[in-house]
């Protein structure tokens, strides 16, 4: 979902990744525009906020689903995933500091986050003070998924996502392995609160290499960025993202974006019921 919080702030995307196709619907706030040149297919809905004058643009690009204007729905959700970030935000100097700067693996325990507790959700929280992460570098949240994770972001600049986020299970497995039992990528938010008004955040720069020739190269989570711009490139991602200022958003050559598989409500409903936690990315370990 993107902010389009100025006139004339457009969402370009273009270049559906190794697969050719995005699994998931696009909603666009203010009066933002979007700049679809492909190709590939999107298999979902666009939604806009604001009425229809005439900023869809949409070519080479097949939309198995409809495109709609004046879906008050879609603002509703953002004002909510704002009012969520800055909640956050807020509880970001009680959680367990950590930077993350991959050299090859990281891993990071869920378990060794804060507790706390919103709308009757259980997540452990930590506070990244920067990221800085390359090419084939690997940073595991490791736990058993019976708490989702929030990492509370600023880092006065841009947090740079250039390698994978990786979810792996106490018992040692990945997620997609046999018998795995551990978070979802629904259970994993990455939170840059910084800024206001939809200005001044972290930039958030996503690009693990996510091509043909590095299949194993994926980002599992959720991304929630309200007053930063993001840009993500090349980058096969199974998660979320939210966000992007007032300025324009990129999700270009080559990205290949699959929404997870979770056993709960349309994230639509989710989201306009969320007051705290009660949002998709926190709604339970449930799979199809």
């Given amino acids: ?13 273009n270049n559906f990744g190794t697969t050719g196709i995005w699994t998931g619907d696009i909603g666009i706030g203010g009066v933002g525009k979007l700049a679809a040149s492909g190709p590939g ?40 995933l704002n009012a969520l970030s800055s909640t956050l935000g807020g509880l970001a100097g009680t959680g367990v500091v950590v930077a993350i700067n991959t050299n090859s693996d990281q891993t990071i325990l869920a378990a060794g986050g804060t507790a706390g507790t919103i709308n009757g959700v259980n997540y452990n929280l930590f506070s990244v003070t920067s990221v800085s992460s390359g090419n084939g570098q690997n940073l595991i949240i490791k736990g058993d998924g019976s708490r989702s994770v929030v990492f509370d972001v600023n880092t006065s600049g841009d947090a740079q996502f250039h390698g994978n986020i990786l979810l792996q299970d106490l018992t040692g497995k990945f997620l997609g392995a046999v018998g795995y039992a551990g978070l979802t990528p629904d259970q994993v938010l990455f939170n840059l609160y910084g800024g206001s008004a939809l200005l001044n955040g972290d930039k958030l720069d996503a690009n693990n290499n996510g091509n043909d020739a590095h299949p194993a190269n994926s980002i599992y989570g959720d991304f929630l960025d309200p007053n930063g711009a993001i840009s993500f490139v090349n980058t096969r991602i199974v998660g979320r993202i939210f966000g992007g200022d007032s300025v324009n958003m990129q999700i270009v050559s080559g990205d290949t974006i699959t929404v997870p598989q979770t056993m709960v409500p349309e994230p639509a409903t989710l989201l306009l019921l969320a007051t705290g936690l009660g949002i998709v990315a926190f709604a339970g370990r449930g799979r199809r």
Avoid at 44 to 61: D, E, K, L, W
């Fill in 1 to 13: 979902m993107y902010e389009g919080g100025s006139s004339g702030a457009q969402l370009s995307i």
């Fill in 41 to 80: 297919t999107l298999n979902g809905n666009i939604n806009f906020a604001a009425p229809n004058t005439g900023q869809s643009s949409i070519s080479n690009t097949t939309v198995n689903g409809t495109v709609n204007f004046g879906v008050t729905a879609a603002q509703t959700i953002l004002n909510n």
